[in-house]
């Protein structure tokens, strides 16, 4: 999964043909490091519709206080020139937070 900094957010995520999916995330987070491996799973189910990114919080201070000030994980859609956070489960997944299957129908519906 790419890596998304203040440096090269506009290029590759603001300027990008298809929605940008990005997840602020902390190594020290639990759930984050969880999450991880579900977001590599969705990358490769979602190659060619959709570009994912990560944002490491602690590096990117900037962007972290711009998207992120609820904590992490925090998962955005970016798509023609706009941002919309995606909703953190009402009954989070008890390992990660977003349980895929949950990541997989809020995608199915917004690609549809």
């Known amino acids: 999964m790419k890596e998304a900094t203040l440096h090269n957010f506009e290029d590759e995520i603001l300027s990008s043909n298809l929605p940008c999916i990005v997840k602020f995330t902390s ?47 925090t998962v955005y859609i970016f798509a023609d020139g706009g941002a919309s956070e995606i909703p953190y489960p009402e009954v989070p997944d008890e390992d990660s937070g977003y349980s895929e299957k949950y990541l997989k129908t809020y995608l199915d519906n917004f690609l549809n």
């Open 27 to 73: 190594e020290h987070c639990h759930l984050c490091v969880v999450l991880a491996p579900i977001f590599e799973r969705l990358e490769a189910k979602y190659a060619g519709k959709l570009n994912f990114f990560n944002v490491n919080t602690f590096a990117e201070e900037k962007l972290t206080e711009i998207f992120s000030g609820d904590g992490v994980p």
